[in-house]
């Protein structure tokens, strides 16, 4: 069984088991969490539920591993023959989430 989740703006193909890395969740690590926006659940069987925009009765159970951020990336402003020059360093924060198991209800089948 695997899904297509939506958060942060970005989509994921996800599976139980499997560790994903997203933009940060406003949430403790340890915590369980669920993701209510399923485009796609592919089943056990091989059936493909696809929502309209989401598939209505099935969510994703998740617990957060951990909190950290990303690698850092610089940011350079530059602009010739004007001794204009600027140098800035970002870091994104991230989440670390393990994908416990997928539930479809009924209702969707």
């Given at each position: 069984?695997?899904?297509v989740?939506?958060?942060?703006g970005r ?8 560790q994903?890395v997203i933009e940060?969740?406003p ?10 926006r399923?485009l796609l659940?592919?089943d056990d069987?091989?059936?493909a539920?696809i ?6 009765g099935?969510?994703?159970?998740a617990t957060?591993?951990a909190?950290?951020r990303?690698?850092?990336i610089?940011?350079?402003?530059y602009?010739?023959?004007k001794?204009?020059r600027?140098r800035q ?7 670390r989430?393990?994908?416990?198991r ?6 969707t089948s």
């Open positions: 069984m695997y899904a989740v939506e958060t942060g989509q994921y193909n996800v599976q139980p088991g499997q994903i940060k969740l949430v403790d690590a340890g915590t369980t969490i669920a993701f209510e399923l659940v592919v069987a091989g059936d539920h929502g309209r925009p989401y598939v209505t099935a969510r994703a159970l957060v591993v909190q950290e990303g690698k850092k610089l940011v350079f402003k602009k010739p023959k001794n204009y600027r360093g970002h870091r994104q924060y991230l989440s989430v393990l994908i416990d997928i539930e479809l209800s009924a209702a």
